[in-house]
């Protein structure tokens, strides 16, 4: 396994990041506990890249009220835009905190656990620290990541964001 640390201290950033993974995967499990209209952007541009092989699943925090109402209308519309390609949960629980992003190929799963939330700042201002986890499909550490999600994703207390 691969792991590295991304500091948007100029030479790394989430953002950057980020947009690498989503143009070669298959599947994002993202989570944040706060998201800005700052913070979708990139998930829009990928979207907005015509691969119809992407699906991105998408839980939300409200943590100390810092998601804008105008990124959960914004994602409403994309969910609208893009069929079953995104999905979105809001978390019930208001202490929320994840900040957990994860990418699946057909061959290697990356992981980004770390202080990053889906916020401009988050995303490319100093001041945050995350690890890059990265190995092939299979490795036990990735897998005990993504299954946690996806337990998460099913059983936990989150509000569906129904499409439009």
């Known amino acids: ?20 993974e989503l143009a070669t995967s298959t599947t994002a499990r ?10 979708i952007k990139f998930i829009e541009e990928a979207l907005n ?10 839980l939300i925090g409200l943590y100390n009220g810092h998601t804008e109402p105008a990124a959960l209308r ?4 994309l969910m609208d835009s893009f069929g079953g390609q995104l ?30 939330n889906l916020t401009a700042d988050g995303l490319d201002a100093e001041g945050e620290i995350n690890l890059r986890l990265a190995a092939i499909s299979g490795n036990s550490v990735l897998r005990h990541i993504t299954d946690t999600f996806d ?3 099913e059983n936990a207390p989150f509000h569906w964001m129904p499409r439009l």
């Open 49 to 58: 890249g015509k691969r119809r092989s992407l699906h991105i699943r998408l």
């Open 1 to 20: 396994m691969n792991i590295d640390v991304v500091d948007n201290d100029g030479q790394s950033s989430m953002i950057a990041e980020l947009r690498k």
């Open 74 to 77: 914004r994602l409403l519309r």
């Open 151 to 153: 337990r998460v994703w």
């Open 87 to 116: 999905e979105v949960r809001i978390a019930e629980n208001p202490r929320f905190h994840w900040k957990a992003f994860i990418f699946t190929s057909r061959k290697c799963v990356t992981a980004f656990i770390g202080s990053s």
């Open 30 to 39: 993202l989570s944040t506990a706060s998201l800005t209209r700052d913070g």
